[in-house]
């Protein structure tokens, strides 16, 4: 199946659990999988304005998936929506494919950044916002998505301290929080980033009208995050 031809097809999120159904081995990661599930529909279904035609398009929002391991919810979604065919996934972790268990911008369509090191993805995005503003383009947003485990990487929190002064409003962090992290924060973790001048929001992972409006809240001047709470799980 081609790609071309993958865009025939129409997936919602029903079939989101029928998608990951086919991508089997070992090193699946399940539960870090299934535990941003509903983040990454929420925002590919409603929020991101990309797509399999503009995936490369300067003016596209960019989604930098910092927690890479266990991204078969991620393949799924990007099969779902027609970025890759679904008969990729089958392969899932093989010798020869391109879905391997942390995605490859160089391998698979829609992948803005290859993970691997904790502790990345926020510092990146933050670069690529500020990178965007150098070059005048305001319309792109900038999503990354962070375990609530990567907080206890030092470069996220100087990236938070960073990007709340320096007022960049069109950057965006999703922290799944599935209780994984070593280190507990006084007054959990939206007020962390609250402290160095972010927008926050605190919601339940799997509400998707909830994350939906907590993607979309206004925040005029600063980088929003939206910590995702579900269920505990040792991921």
Known sequence: MTITEQRTQTYGYSDLPGLMGLMTGDE?????????????WVLYDRVLRVGPDSADDPGRDRFLLSKGHGPMAYYAVLAAKGFLPADWLPGFGSYDSPLGHHPDRTLVPGVEIGSGSLGHGL?????????????????????????DAELDEGSNHEAIAFAGPAGLDRLHTVV????????????GIAARFEAAGWSARTVDGRDQEALYDAFTAPHPGRPHVVVARVEPKNA
């Open 123 to 147: 510092p990146i995005a933050v670069g690529t916002a500020l990178g965007l503003r150098a070059q005048g383009l305001r319309d792109p947003a900038v999503w990354t998505l962070i375990g």
């Open 28 to 40: 699946k990661h399940g539960p870090a999988a299934t535990s941003t599930l509903d983040v990454l």
């Open 176 to 187: 799944v929080d599935n209780s994984s992290a070593s280190y507990a924060r006084p007054g």
